[in-house]
T-cell receptor, first 113, second 111 residues
Framework: DAGITQSPRHKVTETGTPVTLRCHQT?????MYWYRQDPGHGLRLIHY???????DKGEVSDGYSVSRSKTEDFLLTLESATSSQTSVYFC????????????FGQGTRLTVV | QKEVEQDPGPLSVPEGAIVSLNCTYSNSAFQYFMWYRQYSRKGPELLMY??SSGNKEDGRFTAQVDKSSKYISLFIRDSQPSDSATYLC???????????WGAGTKLIIKP
């Protein structure tokens, strides 16, 4: 299995609070991604990174920010959590972008109450 | 209309049946086509990868791409209960673009 660890695996938080999810990789892959997965929508890209301090927005970036200060770590922050951000969040890594395999973490189940 | 359409299912078939899973897409520039399998409460994992048109076979799995019809398929022969999962298609134009995902089809293989 690709070395990807997401933490926490489960979290319940209150509306309006900030939340940070962490993704850690041991594969030294250049690209890292944060997706959310909701019924009927499949995987939707939130943000991605193509190097240390190099990030870009995805399809559903509003309300989220990211940081990558080291190759191995990619943080996703919900600045002020809302109930619409209740979802399963997946981190993924890849050597390149659209033409190579993406390896996924186990997911973080976030509930905003 | 989404760029990639995939029937969410669930698709329920008896063990041993041939399964056909499909995706349609609208962007004729897509060249890289992938099928991922996702077990319940797990992350997706790559199952099949195809570049451009044609067929690719790997054991019981065959991936087909028909670019003229903008249609891709995944066939599973001799289906097993362990094949029960959600199958997601994903595609991309080239290495400079992100993957675009289908919503996934939930497959149930009944013993």
């Amino acid at each position: 299995d690709a070395g990807i660890t997401q933490s926490p695996r489960h979290k319940v938080t209150e509306t309006g609070t900030p939340v940070t999810l962490r993704c850690h990789q041991t594969e030294n892959h250049r690209y890292m991604y944060w997706y959310r997965q909701d019924p009927g929508h499949g995987l939707r890209l939130i943000h991605y990174s193509y190097g240390v301090k190099d990030t870009d927005k995805g399809e559903v970036s509003d309300g989220y920010s990211v940081s990558r200060s080291k190759t191995e770590d990619f943080l996703l922050t919900l600045e002020s959590a809302t109930s619409s951000q209740t979802s399963v969040y997946f981190c993924a890594i890849s050597e390149e972008t659209g033409n190579t395999e993406a390896f996924f973490g186990q997911g973080t189940r976030l509930t905003v109450v | 209309q989404k760029e990639v359409e995939q029937d969410p299912g669930p698709l329920s078939v008896p063990e041993g049946a041939i399964v056909s899973l499909n995706c349609t897409y609208s962007n004729s520039a897509f060249q890289y086509f992938m099928w991922y399998r996702q077990y319940s409460r797990k992350g997706p994992e790559l199952l099949m990868y195809t570049y451009s048109s044609g067929n690719k076979e790997d054991g019981r799995f065959t991936a087909q791409v028909d670019k003229s019809s903008k249609y891709i398929s995944l066939f599973i022969r001799d289906s097993q209960p362990s094949d029960s999962a959600t199958y997601l298609c994903a595609m991309s134009m080239d290495s400079n673009y992100q993957l675009i995902w289908g919503a996934g089809t939930k497959l149930i293989i009944k013993p």
